[in-house]
């Protein structure tokens, strides 16, 4: 057995407190055990964290080819200069952006709205959008990079979110075994004093 199988051993006997050591409470051992059961679970939860993470790749792909094939770059030309415009909610103020009037065409027909431009853009300007098969405008498609990360933030936080309910229920249980061990180490007291009393 290596040195560090050996460590690794003796930490174990340890934290679950195999033996038949007297000052070992009942409890000692019942927070040992789930503190192992907690690292046991930590490592379990991988793989359901990558699969997760895979699940969620393998949807967003799904949409990457559906909007590839829905979704149409285009450009449009500018009918008016860019004018300042702000969205905003009762709750939240987007930051100014421009818009321009515009027209674009599609399968020989002529379209027309508003259109994301950069600062002073002037009339006759051709813009890059996105179109659906009926020509009208879209957001653009979710890209390869969005995805990925789309996919890693699933895995990580599938993984943080169901640890951190077991790390929370852990704390709860050794709230209750410190206040049991608290009430056992007073009555333990009280027992010696009343029995060492003159």
């Given at each position: 057995m290596s040195g560090s199988t050996r460590g690794t051993a003796s930490l174990l006997r340890r934290t679950i407190h195999v033996g038949h050591d007297p000052m070992v409470r009942r409890s000692d051992r019942i927070e040992g055990f789930m503190s192992f059961g907690l690292i046991i679970f930590a490592i379990l939860l991988l793989p359901l964290a990558v699969w997760a993470g895979a699940a969620t790749a393998s949807s967003q792909n799904a949409?990457?080819?559906k909007q590839s094939a829905e979704l149409h770059s285009i450009s449009a030309t500018t009918t008016a200069d860019s004018t300042q415009t702000t969205a905003s909610t009762a709750d939240y103020?987007?930051?100014t952006?421009?818009?321009a009037s515009a027209q674009w065409n599609w399968n020989g027909?002529?379209?027309t709205g508003d259109v994301t431009v950069d600062s002073a853009?002037?009339?006759g300007t051709e813009v890059p959008i996105y179109v659906n098969d009926h020509g009208d405008k879209t957001v653009a498609p979710i890209t390869q990079s969005a995805a990925?990360?789309?996919a890693v933030v699933t895995g990580v936080f599938t993984w943080f979110s169901v640890m951190s309910l077991?790390?929370?229920?852990?704390?709860?249980v050794r709230v209750f075994l410190d206040r049991s061990r608290s009430a056992q180490w007073d009555r333990d007291l009280r027992a010696f004093l009343d029995a060492n009393a003159l």
């Open positions: 949409l990457i080819a103020i987007a930051p952006t421009e818009m027909e002529v379209h853009t002037p009339v990925d990360v789309a077991l790390v929370i229920a852990f704390m709860l």
